[in-house]
């Protein structure tokens, strides 16, 4: 799997915009993931739960794509997003990765 994440900050508000290829094929409800501060070795707040983001539910060719408003009530020097096999599979960590950050 491969892709991008950016978290824009602007005015207070926070956008996230994602897009990922070659995404596993899941369930309907899709992989949850999760925005965090730290590094994909040490993952540290989280923001929100996974229940706050919309499943990745990638289309027959593994692409999915969204953008979303976060509330990040704290800073952090480096931001990640972890991406999860499926619903019932939250613990099993099947990507992770470096968000590219962007202030307006």
Do not use: K, N
């Amino acid at each position: 799997m491969a892709g991008t994440i950016v978290l824009a900050f602007a005015s207070g508000d926070v956008e996230a915009h994602v897009r990922l290829e070659g995404a596993p094929e899941v369930d309907d409800s899709g992989s949850p993931w999760i925005v965090r501060a730290g590094i994909c070795d040490e993952p540290g707040h989280a923001v929100g739960e996974l229940g706050d983001y919309p499943g990745i539910v990638a289309d027959e060719e593994g692409a999915w794509e969204g953008a979303f408003a976060l509330e990040i009530d704290h800073e952090a020097e480096s931001w990640i997003v972890e991406v999860r096999r499926a619903q019932g599979e939250s613990e099993t960590r099947i990507a992770c990765g470096v968000v590219e950050r962007e202030e307006a």
